[in-house]
């Protein structure tokens, strides 16, 4: 089964392999501050999703630090002056704060060379006209991905993770920002408390009738992390947790129902090891990998 990966779209577009540099830009999220809740996601670690980001330094600091990570992973014969960029900012919502500061610092970071793609993950309810029209204005300069983190498409696991947003207001979100000419990126989480495989799916379908040509999916696996809500609940209460194979079974049928023109940016994603409760077996990320390729290559 073949599927459109993100890096071979990269690489027909710009010529070479884009690496993605994870930033911060020192927001925090109304799931945590008590605007709409406290606490965040239930599965959300105190690095807010962004355990592998820099830390929240002036730009220029951030994206030298996180070039010396990444710059390990690409080959001598490249020039550091010929390697280009996605600038991820990737913890917490990165559209949540003053409109003024944000752009600023977006500005910039897609101003420079280096940089080719600036992505922002955030909440679809913290996408307002003024952010819209900022958001617009930073499209012009360079191409702008938005990650929205919808994990699910059913409101009773919603409730359960504490997600603090209705499906409308992420499908209105979504229409705004087609309209406005944005790409899109859709988080979804499989093996989340007392979903099933049904579940999973119908989440599956759902975006496949929604997401436009160009648009993206980021498949995660559920972890359940020290520290969480998530791992409270989950050592008072055990629940399911998917196994390597089940995984693998559930990334191959997502992609057997997405259309091609929907472009894959992940198909799992790891845990920090030193917080990993559950599932134990995606610390093994060369065999975790080697599965799905194997699984994806035979369905």
Not at 33 to 49: A, L, Q
Not at 120 to 132: A, F, M, S, V, W
Not at 165 to 174: A, R
Request: contains cysteine; charged residues 25%.
């Amino acid at each position: 089964m073949k599927y459109t990966s993100i890096s071979d779209v990269l690489k027909n577009e710009y010529g070479q392999k884009i690496y993605k540099l994870s930033l911060s830009s020192g927001c925090t999220c109304p799931n945590r501050d008590g605007r709409i809740s406290y606490g965040g996601c239930t599965f959300c670690s105190e690095g807010g999703s962004g355990d592998f980001a820099a830390p929240f330094e002036d730009i220029d600091t951030q994206i030298r630090e996180a070039r010396k990570l990444v710059d390990k992973k690409i080959p001598a014969s490249i020039r550091p002056e010929d390697r280009k960029y996605i600038a991820y900012f990737q913890s917490y919502t990165n559209t949540y704060g003053d409109t003024a500061r944000l752009e600023k610092l977006y500005a910039e970071t897609i101003n420079r060379p280096d940089i080719v793609i600036l992505s922002l993950g955030t909440r679809p309810d913290c996408i307002n006209d003024e952010k819209l029209e900022m958001i617009k204005r930073l499209n012009r300069i360079k191409p702008v991905w938005i990650e929205l983190g919808l994990q699910t498409i059913h409101q009773s696991t919603a409730e359960k993770i504490n997600r603090c947003y209705n499906l409308p207001v992420f499908t209105d979100t979504y229409r705004r920002l087609k309209e406005a000419g944005i790409t899109v990126i859709v988080h979804v989480i499989f093996g989340l408390p007392g979903e099933t495989r049904d579940d999973m799916m119908e989440t599956i379908r759902f975006l496949s009738s929604l997401l436009e040509p160009g648009d993206g999916i980021k498949i995660q696996l559920l972890h359940v992390l020290k520290g969480t809500e998530l791992c409270r609940q989950y050592t008072a209460n055990p629940f399911h947790i998917l196994t390597l194979d089940e995984y693998a079974d559930l990334v191959c049928e997502a992609l057997s129902i997405l259309p091609d023109y929907i472009i894959i940016h992940r198909l799992t994603g790891d845990g920090p090891k030193s917080q990993l409760v559950e599932p134990q077996w995606s610390a093994d990320k060369k065999r975790v990998m080697n599965t799905l390729r194997k699984r994806i290559a035979e369905f």
